[in-house]
Nanobody, 129 residues
Framework: QEQLVEAGGGSVQAGGSLRLSCKAS????????LAWFRQGPGKEREGVAA????????YYAASVKGRFTISQDKAKNMLYLQMNNLTSEDTGMYFC??????????????????????WGQGTQVTVSS
């Protein structure tokens, strides 16, 4: 059975780092794209980063490119999001998601919430300035 369980959220000061993890059970490699989304207070859910389970490509929102890194450990069924140089704008609930998106699509397509069918419960990230 497919399941997504996030962990690793917390509170950090601006400029700090956090690493989120997601246990992605039941997802066959090469059939899914896994992603991280976030939803800040009063904001719509937005795509942060995505990775095709075949290993590449990866996709990033412009606001996090160069600061965040998405990665996966297929042997452990784990998805990660390393977040560096955090700002208050990064505050929000972070969700792990899975969708049957083929590789080599446009970034906007890969980071669109509507393309994802399975979602985790979320983990809160709070960045204080």
């Amino acid at each position: 059975q497919e399941q997504l369980v996030e962990a690793g959220g917390g509170s950090v000061q601006a400029g700090g780092s956090l690493r989120l993890s997601c246990k992605a059970s039941g997802y066959t490699p090469y059939s899914w794209t896994l992603a991280w989304f976030r939803q800040g207070p009063g904001k719509e859910r937005e795509g942060v980063a995505a990775i095709y389970t075949g290993g590449s490509p990866t996709y990033y929102a412009a606001s996090v490119k160069g600061r965040f890194t998405i990665s996966q450990d297929k042997a452990k069924n784990m998805l990660y999001l390393q977040m560096n140089n955090l700002t208050s704008e990064d505050t929000g609930m972070y969700f792990c998601a899975a969708g049957k998106i083929p590789p080599a699509v446009a970034t906007a397509w890969a980071l669109a919430p509507a393309q994802y069918t399975n979602w985790g419960q979320g983990t809160q990230v709070t960045v204080s300035s």
